[in-house]
């Protein structure tokens, strides 16, 4: 117990502080769980018995984290424990801007222990992805020196640098 709240060891600081573990710990026992795949998004109802007729789907679409349009998917009832698959609409990039879409599982109304817009599930995924540089091997100035240096292809890293493999960092 801190400050008269219950507060889970090591997701929520002493100062109050949370950390990404509440937030992993809140996708784990989700009601909901949302997952995108190219053009739809599957919702597995994990309540126990009762289906998602009392929940309303919301998609945010951010430009560069600018909240560009707002809409609600028509999403069946999920009886509990079910599955179901609904198409996505084709949201188009901004031009140049890194585009991301929110899917939010709310409360479409008030219920006795939360106000009606209460988030129980949510998923991301990006539109357009951001521009990824380009990791072929390039000049770059150190000092009043110039060398070559090469980035994995796959996550970034440095691997090379003055002519030297490295590992980081």
Do not use: K
């Given at each position: 117990?801190?400050?008269?709240?219950?507060?889970?060891?090591?997701?929520?600081?002493?100062?109050?502080?949370?950390?990404?573990?509440?937030?992993?710990f809140?996708?784990?026992?989700?009601?909901?769980?949302?997952?995108?795949?190219p053009?739809?998004?599957?919702?597995?109802?994990?309540?126990?018995?009762?289906?998602?007729?009392?929940?309303?789907?919301?998609?945010?679409v951010?430009?560069?984290?600018?909240?560009?349009?707002?809409?609600?998917?028509?999403?069946?009832?999920?009886?509990?424990?079910?599955?179901?698959?609904?198409?996505?609409?084709a949201?188009?990039?901004?031009?140049?801007?890194?585009?991301?879409?929110?899917?939010?599982?709310?409360?479409?109304?008030?219920?006795?222990?939360?106000?009606?817009?209460?988030?129980?599930?949510?998923?991301?995924?990006?539109?357009?992805?951001?521009?990824?540089?380009?990791?072929?091997?390039?000049q770059?100035?150190?000092?009043?020196?110039?060398?070559?240096?090469?980035?994995?292809?796959?996550?970034?890293?440095?691997?090379?640098?003055?002519?030297?493999?490295?590992?980081?960092?």
């Amino acid at each position: 117990v801190h400050d008269g709240n219950f507060v889970m060891d090591g997701m929520v600081l002493s100062d109050d502080t949370l950390t990404p573990g509440l937030a992993e710990f809140a996708a784990v026992n989700a009601p909901v769980a949302l997952a995108t795949r190219p053009g739809s998004l599957e919702i597995t109802n994990r309540y126990h018995t009762v289906d998602t007729a009392h929940l309303r789907f919301v998609a945010v679409v951010e430009d560069d984290g600018a909240p560009r349009l707002e809409t609600e998917l028509a999403v069946p009832a999920v009886p509990a424990g079910e599955t179901a698959t609904v198409d996505l609409p084709a949201w188009d990039a901004a031009g140049g801007a890194e585009t991301w879409v929110t899917v939010r599982a709310e409360l479409a109304a008030d219920a006795p222990w939360a106000a009606r817009g209460h988030v129980v599930s949510h998923t991301q995924f990006a539109v357009a992805p951001p521009a990824r540089p380009s990791h072929a091997p390039r000049q770059v100035r150190r000092s009043d020196q110039v060398c070559d240096a090469g980035f994995d292809e796959r996550t970034g890293a440095l691997r090379r640098l003055f002519g030297l493999d490295v590992d980081g960092p």
